[in-house]
């Protein structure tokens, strides 16, 4: 008895109970094992890796960005029209008005930025929750998306970009298998996730990020620049649903309106389950990345065990209820052991 409780007063048991990833990583590897008892060959192959993993990528750039905003104690709803909105601009800046590719995706980007501007703006001006400000915009940039697009085209899907000049190079940034069946988009999302945690762990920034979330008005008195920090970061989350935007319209040939519909609860989704509160202050960018792991994992593996897919939201609400609750206990036993 006394070496358990000893056991569980070690630094390095509460520093590790402590980490917000713990609850992800441990249902990431319950859900592998359980797919390679159920599906064997098929999920272990390369094929079946990178099946997971490509479904994980695009959600696990934006759960990224997010988890850094929501950590920041802010929150954007408006990512997932802006995914929609930044293929579009790309195929009517080239198809339409006849730009170049590279020139299209500047301009896109710039856009997109410009977006996550206006929100963080909006929301340290007024003080509004940021839950209002970027659900308005969400229902404002998908509209004008849709209306842009079928007052210019009479469409709402555009198609063709591979006939845009620099279509190639960005093909090979965006759209290419560095390794044979796993996606470029893989890498991104690597890349990111380990910038993104130096940045969180090893900056000035990331200290920032955090007291902003927190204690922001403690932070305030510190001389934390916390509305520059949460504009920042608004900024970030447009950015990275922007490259998301250009990923699948390089990769797909084209864009529709309604391409990146719920992909914003799917990132606070990937969040949650990677342990970040929804008050802000504490979080990982490896927890959300974990997070579009299981996300992966479960879409695809349901799939590869002859599981009806309808029951993959039932799946992922489930396991975003268990993270929750796990991740809860954890702290309160490490508050309680201190």
């Known amino acids: 008895m006394e070496t358990e409780q000893a056991g569980a007063r070690s630094p390095h048991v509460r520093r590790l109970l402590a980490r917000p990833e713990l609850a992800a990583a441990l249902g990431a590897a319950v859900l592998w094992i359980f797919f390679t008892l159920q599906a064997g060959e098929p999920f272990l192959s390369r094929a079946g890796t990178a099946a997971y993993l490509n479904a994980a990528a695009p959600l696990g750039i934006l759960a ?28 009517l800046l ?68 591979d006939g845009s000049t620099g279509y190639e190079s960005a093909r090979f940034l965006f759209a290419s298998s560095p390794l044979p069946a796993f996606r470029v988009s893989v890498i991104w999302w690597i890349g990111l996730t380990g910038v993104a945690t130096w940045v969180l762990n090893r ?42 935007g250009v990923i699948q319209a390089v990769q797909f040939n084209g864009a529709d309106t309604l391409r990146g519909t719920l992909q914003e609860f799917w990132a606070i989704t990937a969040v949650v389950i990677g342990g970040t509160l929804l008050r802000g202050g504490y979080g990982s960018a490896v927890g959300a990345a974990l997070g579009a792991l299981i996300f992966g994992l479960v879409r695809q593996g349901i799939v590869m065990i002859g599981v009806n897919a309808d029951w993959f939201q039932v799946a992922l609400g489930a396991l975003l209820i268990a993270a929750v609750l796990f991740n809860n206990q954890v702290r309160r036993l490490v508050e309680q052991r201190r």
Not at 139 to 161: D, E, P, Y
Request: aromatic residues 8%.
């Open 94 to 161: 080239t198809g339409h008005f006849g730009w170049p590719l590279w020139p299209a995706l500047a301009a896109t980007m710039a856009l997109c930025i410009s977006i996550g501007y206006l929100n963080g703006i909006i929301v340290v001006r007024t003080g509004l929750p940021s839950f209002i400000v970027t659900l308005g915009m969400l229902f404002t940039v998908r509209g004008l998306t849709i209306a842009i697009s079928r007052g210019l085209t009479g469409r709402t899907q555009l198609g063709g970009l």
């Open 203 to 244: 900056t000035r920034y990331g200290n920032w990020i955090f007291g902003a979330g927190g204690q922001p008005e403690t932070a305030r008195n510190l001389g934390v620049p916390v509305d520059r920090v949460k504009i920042s970061l608004f900024m970030s989350t447009a950015a990275a649903a922007c490259l998301v």
């Open 64 to 91: 990224v960005a997010v988890s850094l905003l929501m950590i920041g104690g802010e929150f954007d709803l408006s990512v997932g029209s802006i995914i929609g909105a930044s293929g579009m601009s790309i195929m």
